[in-house]
């Protein structure tokens, strides 16, 4: 559902999608060396507590020598004791880039008890798989197509306030199956963020091992659908890649009734390398 999936944006897009009946996005992304992405969604209410949606993606990486395609299911479930998110996704190869994947995240959120009903706290944790059927480039400069299986590890305490102030604290753990340390990949097209949110707005297709960090909305009293976040991260990898900090800010504001513009910075600071400016619009619209 967009990459900065916090619970209380999908409560609220399942509250407005239950007396609608759709809601579509169209999200863009671009930046550093000519990175684009646009991703189209829709979502659809299937009860009055959860809904599902196709999300379909076409990324061009400049670390990849062609555009790659993706498609995700996801479908939430809410309720008074938590919520149920479950998101399968695709990656199709092409002619170069030839590297195939597929997975599956799910998370489960517990509600916790809190004197204050306008207070509400959650727990989150985050179970996902995937396998990459991509090139491998050994140390000796000889190469082979293997199958790379790995896994995520998420957890998240959540904060509302009044409904008006959201704060998400977060680690993620990633495990691979299969080593990676001494090898290149230089077909992985793997969107990390997919198995664990990593504060990225571009996609993330080297191998991280474990990061951390905090997201921040503040909405305004008076309009729902308009607010300002900001977020910070910081991902280090497996391999030699430089640890790096992900910094975000935006804001969201009403266009008209049921729909709303988002607009937002990240900033990718890898340590002992160079910065890298990414930005993001998004456009929601509830039928």
């Known amino acids: 559902m967009g990459k900065r999936v916090l619970l209380f944006a999908v409560l609220a897009l399942v509250a407005r999608c239950a007396g609608a009946a759709g809601w579509a996005r169209e999200e863009i992304a671009f930046g550093a060396h000519d ?156 969107d990390q963020n997919q198995l664990s949110y990593l504060g990225a707005f571009a996609a993330e297709t080297d191998f991280p091992m474990w990061s951390a960090g905090f997201d921040y909305t503040r909405t305004m009293p008076d309009d729902p659908d308009s607010n300002v976040f900001l977020g910070y991260h910081y991902v280090e990898y497996m391999r030699d890649t430089p640890g790096t900090h992900v910094a975000s800010l935006g804001m969201r504001m009403k266009i008209v009734e049921k729909s709303n513009l988002e607009l937002g910075y990240n900033l990718l600071a890898p340590g002992g390398a160079g910065r890298r400016n990414y930005y993001r619009a998004v456009f929601n619209l509830a039928f």
Do not use: I, M
Not at 69 to 88: D, E, M, N
């Open 35 to 190: 990175y684009l992405a646009n991703t189209v969604s829709f979502f659809t209410p299937v009860s009055s507590s959860s809904l599902a949606g196709v999300e379909l993606a076409v990324v061009k990486n400049p670390a990849l020598g062609d555009a790659v395609w993706s498609v995700r299911l996801p479908w939430v479930s809410a309720s008074p004791a938590g919520l149920w998110t479950l998101r399968p996704f695709y990656y199709h190869p092409n002619r170069l880039v030839d590297t195939s994947a597929a997975g599956l995240y799910v998370q489960r959120v517990w509600a916790l008890a809190t004197p204050d009903p306008d207070v509400k706290k959650r727990l989150a944790f985050g179970l996902a798989g995937a396998a990459q059927d991509t090139k491998f480039v050994y140390a000796d400069g000889s190469s082979s197509r293997k199958t790379l299986p790995e896994l995520a590890y998420e957890f998240q305490f959540q904060l509302d306030y009044f409904k008006q102030f959201y704060l998400a604290l977060g680690a993620a753990a990633f495990q691979y199956l299969r080593g990676v340390k001494n090898t290149a990949q230089p077909e992985a097209s793997l």
